[in-house]
């Protein structure tokens, strides 16, 4: 290691809420020029870490250990000498630009208040931003200037973060978690963009996240970060291809493979353990498609769904919008489908129109034969316990002044017409029946039965998945539709949320519309898959065909886009 070269020195850095350390004397090293990748799950305190670099830990925290840039002491600095660094030599790219963006500021606006600091106007200052959003390849640059965040798409507000983030050309740029929710294309240009800039500028760049997928594409260096404690660091070819710690192990291989479908995705829990089975390819393939004869649960043909944009002033539409274009396909009984294309080509749109939550403009929608769109309200609502939906935000759809057990039992309480049909065993679907149900159902998927007079913000985002699941589940359904459903979660707890879904699959012979973003998953979980572009289904086909032989350009695009660990 170049020490002359050496731009931040982390040393012994703890961070504690009261009793309880979340960062345990973390030591790593930043050069000049270079990406440090920062790797763990969600709670193993790496955003902490960084966040006492900048001093924007709430008061009641107690920091110590070393951080030194350059000559400065960070961890030594009082709020207004922070307020010297912040933006200036050290900035931060958070991971929701949505909630980190002013909604009522337009976006030149909020990078020109960080590049003027305490500073009056300066003339000239709007052109610089506007250089420098095209240098973030932002389209429109000049209209973007002046639109709110709620106007530009999540990738458009990410990149007006890395401009607030570069404006005053700091030393050192945080990034964290900077590409979670974001589409592959999406994400493969961000990636791309910040090594671009780190080149033209020199910066060094501390990269957040949970995915060494990602990490293997533009790190230089990798921390490891487990409940606190620093596990492994190094060299990312050596971290990436040679870890040595379990946990390393285990973050590695419970990524869905795209050379493979193993019967099971491996866990971190199992190498933590030391109770991991032999990689298990060899074995039958439980996602493959079933070779006996099945027929269609659901038919979809020259299905649309159209917005209207603007209206008149009598009311008649002058702009609309295609949010899905002639859709048609069969999902056969027994099957996953899955449904792929990025953010805005009209996948969740479809899915909710497959459901009736939205109401079609043109074609038609059948259940084992029946036209969904002529059945009456009532006639719907008999219908509802066999079509099923798990959100992709579990909190957001959990109410939070339900209990987990109440808000799993909801469904049997509102269609209460239907629940005789519903299999309780022997027992009466009464208030004790129900109970039972609810805890045999939480047992299933993996949540402990003292957890039933819980709230959701007592669970972690994984555990809250599985509620999710489990009421989508209690009224056993024939059709669940998936959506994004594990694409804000951690690649350990994805690997299990997975599991989880193919065992209950197998179980009760669910049929699923698996909607996502991320091909790996889509790869590992469906028996045939759509893409979908712009509202229009462009190509479909087995996960084989689809990866060793696509037939489009937008296909190709987005395989080319997946990040692997070479």
Request: glycine residues 8%.
């Amino acid at each position: 290691m170049d020490k002359e070269n050496i731009l931040l020195d982390v040393k012994n850095l703890s961070v504690a809420f009261g009793d309880r350390t979340v960062v345990e004397n973390v030591s790593y090293t930043l050069q000049r020029g270079r990406t440090l990748g920062i790797v763990g799950e969600s709670g193993s305190g790496k955003s902490v870490s960084s966040l006492a670099l900048m001093g924007l830990l709430p008061k009641q925290a107690t920091v110590s250990g070393s951080a030194r840039l350059g000559d400065t002491e960070l961890l030594s600095l009082d709020e207004e000498g922070f307020r010297g660094i912040r933006g200036r030599r050290i900035s931060m790219i958070f991971q929701e630009p949505m909630t980190s963006l002013n909604p009522v500021q337009k976006c030149g606006a909020q990078v020109l208040e960080m590049m003027r600091g305490e500073r009056s106007k300066v003339k000239g200052e709007r052109e610089q931003v506007i250089e420098l959003f095209k240098e973030v390849l932002l389209p429109r640059p000049e209209k973007i200037f002046d639109s709110y965040p709620h106007e530009i798409s999540g990738g458009q507000k990410q990149r007006v973060m890395i401009a607030m983030a570069l404006i005053n050309h700091p030393d050192i740029i945080i990034a964290d978690e900077p590409t979670t929710a974001l589409d592959v294309t999406v994400q493969k240009t961000i990636l791309e963009l910040l090594k671009s800039l780190q080149s033209k500028y020199g910066t060094s760049i501390i990269f957040i996240t949970h995915d060494l997928g990602v990490i293997s594409q533009i790190a230089d260096d990798i921390l490891v970060m487990y409940r606190g404690k620093a596990m492994e660091q190094g060299p990312a070819d050596k971290i990436l291809h040679t870890p040595q710690e379990p946990y390393t192990q285990g973050l590695l291989a419970c990524r869905p493979p795209l050379d493979s479908r193993p019967r099971r995705l491996p866990t971190v829990e199992e190498y933590l353990s030391g109770d991991r089975k032999e990689k298990d390819g060899q074995q039958p393939d439980t996602s493959a498609p079933i070779s006996t004869p099945r027929t269609p649960l659901i038919e979809v043909r020259n299905l649309s769904v159209t917005y209207t944009l603007k209206k008149s002033l009598f009311g008649h539409p002058l702009q609309t919008l295609k949010g899905v274009d002639g859709a048609s396909f069969d999902i056969m009984e027994g099957e996953t489908m899955g449904l792929v294309g990025e953010s805005g080509c009209g996948k969740t749109t479809l899915g909710r129109a497959l459901l009736r939550l939205i109401d079609h403009s043109d074609g038609s929608v059948s259940y084992r034969g029946r036209a969904l769109d002529t059945l009456s309200g009532s006639e719907m609502r008999a219908l509802r316990p066999k079509l099923q939906i798990i959100f992709q935000d579990p909190y957001s759809s959990l109410n939070p002044r339900l209990t987990i057990g109440e808000a799993i039992a909801e469904p049997l309480r509102v269609h209460k017409g239907e629940r005789l049909k519903v299999n309780c065993g022997r027992r009466p679907c009464g208030a004790k029946g129900e109970r039972e149900r609810v805890l045999e159902l939480m047992e299933q998927v993996g949540l402990q039965a003292d957890w039933y007079n819980r709230y959701p913000h007592e669970l972690s985002g994984g555990q809250r998945q599985r509620v999710c699941i489990a009421r989508a589940l209690i009224l056993q359904p024939e059709l669940v539709i998936c959506d994004e459903s594990v694409s804000a979660l951690d690649v350990s707890v994805q690997a299990q949320v997975l599991n989880l879904l193919n065992d209950l699959k197998e179980q009760y012979r669910f049929t699923y519309l698996f909607i996502t973003h991320d091909l790996s998953v889509v790869h590992y979980m469906a028996d045939r898959i759509m893409v979908m572009q712009k509202g229009k289904i462009v190509e479909s086909g087995t996960p084989d065909d689809l990866f060793h032989h696509p037939q489009t350009a937008y296909t190709r695009t987005l395989l080319e886009a997946i990040p692997r660990i070479n």
